[in-house]
Nanobody, 123 residues
């Protein structure tokens, strides 16, 4: 059983940056595909980004391409989401997730979830 704990959320002005972290424990971190999702008020939880087990390949939602970067440090059992050029539409609770699949971009393909961290972007 993997436990995931997100951190790094907060309030930032439009155009600013934040880096989210997700620390994993209780499992073999480098055996999981890792992903970030987000859920805005009144909306479904949506895919943001994913990174393969070795960190060699990333995939992004179109809405964040060129602004967000997902990365992982397997030695630290941590996955990151660097968010630049933030917009008010990026306001959401951001969730870290782990998948036992080789590739995972859909919510149902992830097996473990963190509790979420709030990101608020003011205009």
């Amino acid at each position: 059983q993997v436990r995931l704990v997100e951190s790094g959320g907060g309030l930032v002005q439009a155009g600013g940056s934040l880096r989210l972290s997700c620390a994993a424990s209780g499992g073999t971190f480098n055996s999981y595909v890792m992903g970030w999702f987000r859920q805005a008020p009144g909306k479904e939880r949506a895919f943001v980004a994913t990174v393969t087990r070795t960190g060699g390949r990333q995939n992004y939602a179109d809405s964040v391409k060129g602004r967000f970067t997902i990365s992982r440090d397997n030695a630290k059992n941590t996955v990151y989401l660097q968010m630049n050029s933030l917009k008010p539409d990026d306001t959401a609770v951001y969730y870290c997730a782990a998948s036992e699949r080789l590739i995972a971009t859909m919510r149902g393909e992830y097996d473990y979830w963190g509790q979420g961290t709030q990101v608020t972007v003011s205009s």
